[in-house]
């Protein structure tokens, strides 16, 4: 007989009278066997044949036989059921989704530890991809347990402190799972959010508001001061600066000697430079478009104008060496200063200087 544990994977078991193994589906413990068991009911048996290439996670290598029996299902299924516990269950479910977000969590600050050390090559690159994968997948599952447990709450419609209190937690946790879910690691962080992270990130807010006031209500400070936490970086997730500056005056006006608050604050200043030069790369390539324009018309003061602007932003670091290496702004200086004009040629020098400049600061990594 063969059992699936976590962490480890399909393990051999020596006693043939031993007990079922719980699997829960849809967690990708071992996807064999869930497809097995989603295409039968309690009694039934299943076979399946897998050649190597196929359902490779969590399973030994080369071509492999999955028979698998479906005992029972849990009879725990929410207030009502047979197997309902009343708050064991609810317990036992929220911590099932802890270890599931803990998994994340710590899959996510690999990530970030490895990221701060060195930069991504084409070596790497596979490997981060696995653990990325990893996040998503342990948040997914977190997320599924935290709504589940969310859901069975209002069923038993029981209202005292302590079901309050268990419900804002819930929330706080389900809002960091979801983050999770659609956090971005390495190169897809520079890009743009997708619109399910937009919703998620917006139903995180949500479900960090409603934390907060039940947190607030039962004057918990540490669940207040958790739902903060997390709403700061859910704010930095959705680049949303400003939000996040107040989340931050907020927090160190409740702890003010807590340490990390120093590093999301460094975070918040990173993503502030970040933002700002995202949005110069969009103002340099419609100054050059104009520049085009300008030059095949020969306006020369409109000519002027627009070096001026181009010098103002290489100057205040408000555009990036690729961004101007990838548009080829030189070039259209360039253009400029042969048009025969010395003004025109002095303040095409002075552009060509900031971005002899801002390729060597490239090179030094600054």
Known sequence: RIAIMPGYGLVPIEDQNAPPVTVSMGEGQQEAVELIAARMGPGGKGHLYLKSEALKGNRPQGCVIMDVEFVAMDPCRGPGSSGWRGWQSLVAERE????????????????????????????????????????HKFATNAS???????????EDKQDDRKIRLEQGTLSMRLAKSESLKHARFGAAAEGEASEDEKKALQEAKDLLKD???????????????ECLKMTLQVCIQAEAVAEARQTLERLQGLR?????????????????????LKKGAGTIEELQKDLQAAITGQDKPKVGELLTSIFDLLKGNQ???????????GKDVGNAMKMGD?????????CV????????RAGLGL
């Open 96 to 135: 099932v989704g802890d270890q599931w977000l803990e998994e994340a969590d710590g899959r996510r600050k690999q990530l970030e530890t490895f990221g701060t050390l060195r930069k991504s090559t084409e070596d790497s690159k596979g490997a981060e991809a696995h653990v990325a994968e990893q996040v």
């Open 144 to 154: 599924r347990r935290y709504r589940r447990a969310l859901r069975w709450l209002k």
């Open 211 to 225: 934390g907060l006031a039940t947190g607030e209500e039962l004057k918990n400070e540490s669940l207040v001061y």
């Open 256 to 276: 003010p000697d807590d340490e990390e608050l120093k590093s999301d604050s460094a975070r918040i200043n990173r993503l502030e430079s970040a933002l700002s």
């Open 319 to 329: 555009v990036t060496w690729d961004t101007v290496r990838t548009c080829k702004v």
């Open 342 to 350: 010395p003004d025109l040629a002095a303040q095409g020098r002075k």
């Open 353 to 360: 200087q900031e971005i002899q400049a801002l390729a060597q």
